[in-house]
């Protein structure tokens, strides 16, 4: 079965400042990966998603993701954070058909002015 | 497209009740879901459909049943509401059985049970 952990509860950061969230899975054949972002109650939008290719993917709102096989990692990350983007970020992990996406726990993103 | 619709947004239920979650999405999609969502544990999936007629068992699908006899419903049915199932509920909806195909998120229904 696969799991996804978000190593960090919480991460603090100054608007302007750079931004990476980390993301790491385990799943025995080829990861289907997702970050989601959650607004404070709001439903879940869909950052970006990786599945092959190119390991750097690029997502709305400015954000990009780097895919480490050799880490199981897909990080999550932004040059410039603005205070709009203090939300609750969430990494999830798709099986092969699609049918079963794990999420991890989520990392709360504050953003200081 | 209204995209994925859940009702009531807010319910507050007693111990023993039970209840009917709506779920409702327009764009024909195939496959549905329930999560639950709650603090320190991200979104973990309930109970996921297929296609009309056909419904299956997710990570915690104790307490809650579902029927899918349409493409667009999906109702979560809670038969005796426990104060454990005191969460925030979100229905989401994926175009096919693809793996590269995108869940859309409903609003959420936010359940408390006294």
């Known amino acids: 079965a696969q799991s996804v952990t978000q190593p960090d509860i919480h991460i603090t950061v100054s608007e302007g400042a750079s931004l990476e969230l980390r993301c790491n899975y385990s799943?025995?054949?080829?990861?289907?990966l997702f970050w989601y972002v959650q607004s404070p109650g709001q439903g879940l939008q869909l950052l970006l998603k990786?599945?092959?290719?190119?390991?750097l993917v690029q997502g709305i709102k400015g954000f990009e993701a780097e895919f480490k096989r050799s880490q199981s990692s897909l990080n999550l990350s932004k040059p410039s954070v603005h205070w709009s983007d203090a939300a609750e970020y969430f990494c999830?992990?798709?099986?092969?058909?699609?049918?079963?996406?794990?999420f991890g726990p989520g990392t709360r993103l504050s953003v200081l002015p | 497209n209204a995209g994925v619709t859940q009702t009531p947004k807010f319910q507050v239920l007693k111990t023993g009740q039970s209840m009917t979650l709506q779920c409702a999405q327009d764009?024909?999609?195939?496959?549905m879901s329930w999560y639950r969502q709650d603090p320190g544990m991200g979104l973990r999936l309930i109970h996921y459909?297929?296609?009309?007629?056909?419904?299956d068992q997710g990570e915690v699908p104790n307490g809650y049943n579902v029927s899918r006899s349409t493409t667009e419903d999906f109702p979560l049915r809670l038969l005796s509401a426990a104060p454990s199932q005191t969460s925030v509920y979100f229905c989401?909806?994926?175009?096919?059985?693809?793996?590269?195909?995108?869940?859309?998120f409903g609003p959420g229904t936010r359940l408390t049970v006294l």
């Open positions: 459909s297929v296609g009309a007629g056909i419904t």
């Open positions: 990786y599945f092959s290719g190119d390991t």
């Open positions: 764009m024909n999609h195939e496959y």
């Open positions: 989401a909806s994926t175009g096919g059985i693809g793996r590269t195909d995108t869940q859309y």
């Open positions: 799943y025995g054949a080829t990861p289907y």
């Open positions: 999830a992990v798709g099986d092969n058909y699609g049918q079963n996406f794990v």
